[in-house]
C-alpha cells in the first residue's frame, strides 16, 4: 500500500526554520518526483516545491525561492524513503497545512491535479 507521511510542522517565530520530512511506505521514492504544496485557512492548496529524477528541483511559488529547498535523503539506511523540506526566514503568510505528494513519475506536475498519492498534511504556524 503506498502511503506518505510527513512530519516536522510545528509553532517557529517569523524568521525561523523547520525541516519537514516526507516518508515513503509501501515503494521507494527513489527518483519519483516529489512535490510539496501547502494550503493556508480559506485559501487554496498552492505548489511550494518539487523534486524530479536527476534531482531537478522546480518551485511552483516564488515566494519560497531562496528561503525553501528540497531534497532526498542519500543516507545508507534511509535512501529512497524521506524527501525533505527545508524552509528558512519563515514569514507568517508561511503558515499552513503542508503536504507532500507523489504521481510515481519522474517529471514534476504542474499542479496539485498531476499527483494521485499524498499524505495526511502536517501543520506549520509562523507566528510571534
Known amino acids: 500500500q503506498v502511503q506518505l507521511v510527513e512530519s516536522g510542522g510545528g509553532l517557529v517565530q517569523p524568521g525561523g526554520s523547520l525541516r519537514l520530512s516526507c516518508v515513503a511506505s509501501?515503494?521507494?521514492?527513489?527518483?519519483?518526483?516529489i512535490a510539496w504544496f501547502r494550503q493556508a485557512p480559506g485559501k487554496k492548496r498552492e505548489g511550494v516545491l518539487c523534486?524530479?529524477?536527476?534531482?531537478?528541483?522546480?518551485?511552483?511559488?516564488?515566494s519560497v525561492k531562496g528561503r525553501f529547498t528540497i531534497s532526498r535523503d542519500k543516507s545508507r539506511d534511509s535512501a529512497g524513503k524521506t524527501v525533505y523540506l527545508q524552509m528558512n526566514s519563515l514569514k507568517p503568510e508561511d503558515t499552513g497545512v503542508y503536504y507532500c505528494?507523489?504521481?510515481?513519475?519522474?517529471?514534476?506536475?504542474?499542479?496539485?491535479?498531476?499527483?494521485?498519492?499524498w499524505g495526511q498534511g502536517t501543520q506549520v504556524t509562523v507566528s510571534s
Open positions: 505528494a507523489t504521481d510515481r513519475t519522474f517529471n514534476c506536475g504542474s499542479d496539485h491535479e498531476d499527483y494521485t498519492y
Open positions: 509501501g515503494f521507494l521514492l527513489d527518483s519519483y518526483a
Open positions: 523534486i524530479g529524477s536527476g534531482d531537478r528541483t522546480r518551485y511552483y511559488s516564488n
